[in-house]
């Protein structure tokens, strides 16, 4: 039974498509988190909920929206794609209280053509 | 803000050897310290983590680390590594007491040869 799911774990589209990458936790956690990592590995975080309010929002283009419709679920819509926007997207999540570190999806890799 | 450096992007070594992977951490308040393994095309494992209490922490896999606080260090080491620890291992920090902001290293890939 997968912790934290995401869907799908490839997507190949087109540049100028609009697609979404969904997220979903069953651990009972109630902050959730997309991180994006690049070709060289390195991982940055694009967004955190808490309790679908949105408490991080790192420097990143308004084409990519998050919602999240429950504490269980974080997904990631993004307009417009780019070249650059070519990445592994990982969702995570964490409980806010007696933190621990993260549990993360397994990744969707994303490549735009 | 929080940072972290992993100096060595690549660390090769021969099977039954021993390794340590480097990792500094930048804060000017306190931190919890994680370390991350992945495997080729998966996701992020946690393989260890510093919250509190004894500065050196282990692994169910052999891997341990010690917190030194003078040093703001978190390096890991294994006495004796196998071919399937093959993977990258990423270095990461939080401050303490809200927020649960992971910042991570730049990684450092773990090659372990025959």
């Not at chain 1, 589209?13 to 969904?22: E, L, P, R, Y």
């Not at chain 1, 650059?84 to 890799?109: H, I, K, L, M, Q």
């Not at chain 2, 007491?97 to 372990?112: M, P, R, S």
Request: hydrophobic letters at 30%; proline letters at 4%.
């Amino acid at each position: 039974d997968t912790a934290v799911s995401q869907t799908p774990k490839y997507l190949v589209t087109q540049m100028g498509n609009d697609k979404s990458i969904k997220c979903e936790q069953n651990l009972g956690h109630d902050t959730m988190y997309w991180y994006k990592q690049d070709s060289k590995k390195f991982l940055k975080i694009m967004f955190s909920y808490n309790n679908k309010e949105l408490i991080i929002n790192e420097t990143v283009p308004n084409r990519f929206s998050p919602k999240s419709p429950d504490k269980a679920h974080l997904n990631l819509h993004i307009n417009s794609l780019e070249l650059g926007d070519s990445a592994v997207y990982f969702c995570a999540s964490s409980p806010s209280d007696r933190f621990n570190g993260y549990t993360f999806g397994s990744g969707t890799r994303l490549t735009v053509v | 803000a929080q940072s972290v450096t992993q100096l060595d992007s690549q660390v090769p070594v021969f099977e039954e050897a021993p390794v340590e992977l480097r990792c500094n951490y930048s804060s000017s308040v306190s931190v919890y310290l994680f370390w991350y393994v992945q495997y080729p095309n998966q996701g992020l494992q946690l393989l260890l983590k510093y919250l509190s209490g004894s500065t050196l922490v282990e692994s169910i896999n052999g891997f341990e680390a010690e917190f030194n606080k003078s040093q703001t260090s978190f390096h890991l080491r294994k006495p004796s590594v196998h071919i399937s620890d093959t993977a990258e291992y990423f270095c990461a920090v939080s401050r303490t007491g809200g927020g649960n902001k992971l910042t991570f290293g730049t990684g450092t890939q773990l090659k372990v040869e025959l």
